[in-house]
Structures are given as structure tokens and as C-alpha cells.
């Protein structure tokens, strides 16, 4: 199997997605994978789904999963259309959400992580600031507002992290049966809670 199918697989990109080749830098530990389009791909509005014409590209990258312990980096041009009624947007990407400089694979990463160690012991194990991670817990959040309609509180689970530092913890709500986060607070003070239940 050559390399660009086996990051593909690895990766889950898709089709009209494709791994157009793969850089090994051994001194610095990473792999870079660049993703392209195959040509005459058609272009989506983000917000309507309506097909729209090319407007142009930005070159993205984002961090994956670590291979072999290699950092992962994939790197993409992705395409802008321009929107009859929402003018020009960023094509949505299938392995991240809009904004993020990590794949929707690191996030979920991370955030088991935050269930398991204090963010301090994560941003020094994964090599990220507390920033990045700020936004990774953030995104978790609005998914799950977004899904608030979903939630079946039969099923939520409360991890509560403490940590040696005074405020480097968090709290991570769950929907134990569809293994997904519903809350990040910054604490785990039971007013974390309540304040999740109430929204
Ligand atoms: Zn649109």
C-alpha cells in the first residue's frame, strides 16, 4: 500500500478529499499530509448546501493525531465559494470543524484527556497552550448546545477533574450513551453543574 492510501484510510478522508502526498521531516518528528481535490469537485455553501461556483482557496492546516509519534499535520487549499445569498464562504471540511486548527479526532483526544488529567498535564503531555485548549473545550460546548435536543438526561455522566493547582480543572459533562461531551465548565464547583442544567 503506498503511503498516500494508507494516510488516507488512516486519516478517513473521502472522496472528492484526497491525500496528494505525504512529507516525513525525521528531525523535527512530523508528518505533514497534504489533501486536495480531485478536479471538477463540486462546491458546496457551508450554510445552505446550495452548489455554488469557485471563488478561490486558503491554504489550512490543522494538527491530527499523533502516528508512530510523529506529529501529524494535514495541510489543505480549501476552496471559497461564492454564495448567491451568502456571498463568499469556506467550503466545510469533513475531519474539522470551521475555525478550529485541529482535527474533530484531536479534539475528541483531547477532551478524554480533560476527563482523566488536569489541563496543565495536558498541555504539557500534547504540546498545547492553554489557549488552544480553551477552544477545543469552547467547541465541545456549542456542539452540544447544538444538540441540546438530543440530550437524555438518563444517560449524562459528571467526571470531575481536581487538580493541584487551584483553578486547573475543569468539568466534563457527558452523554455516557452516545460518548459525547455536553459540557466543559471551567470548574467543579457544584454551580458548574447547575449552571449546565439550566441553559
Ligand atoms: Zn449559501
Known amino acids: 500500500m503506498r503511503d498516500k492510501d494508507l494516510y488516507a484510510q488512516i486519516l478517513g478522508i473521502e472522496s472528492p478529499w484526497q491525500v496528494t502526498s505525504v ?6 518528528g512530523e508528518v505533514t499530509v497534504y489533501v486536495g481535490q480531485a478536479s471538477g469537485a463540486k462546491q458546496c455553501c457551508p450554510t445552505c448546501g446550495e452548489v455554488s461556483p469557485g471563488y478561490d482557496s486558503r ?57 482523566e488529567a488536569s489541563i496543565s498535564a495536558v498541555s504539557r503531555l500534547m504540546g498545547l497552550s492553554w489557549n488552544s485548549i480553551d477552544g477545543i473545550m469552547q467547541r465541545a460546548v456549542e456542539r452540544r448546545l447544538a444538540r441540546r435536543e438530543d440530550i437524555s438526561p438518563t444517560h ?8 493541584k493547582k487551584r483553578h486547573d480543572y475543569v468539568t466534563v459533562v457527558s452523554d455516557q450513551e452516545a460518548g459525547t461531551v455536553l459540557h466543559v465548565g471551567p470548574d467543579r464547583k457544584k454551580a458548574t453543574l447547575k449552571a449546565w442544567t439550566t441553559i
Open 59 to 115: 491554504k489550512r492546516r490543522w494538527r491530527h493525531l499523533d502516528a508512530c509519534q510523529y506529529k501529524t499535520i494535514l495541510v489543505a487549499d480549501v476552496p471559497r465559494v461564492k454564495c448567491e445569498e451568502h456571498g463568499v464562504v469556506t467550503v466545510s471540511v469533513p475531519w474539522a470543524e470551521p475555525g478550529s486548527g485541529f482535527t474533530a479526532m484531536f479534539e475528541a483526544l483531547v477532551i478524554d484527556w480533560l476527563k
Open 23 to 28: 512529507e516525513l521531516a525525521v528531525s523535527e
Open 156 to 163: 449524562i455522566g459528571v467526571d470531575e477533574t481536581a487538580f
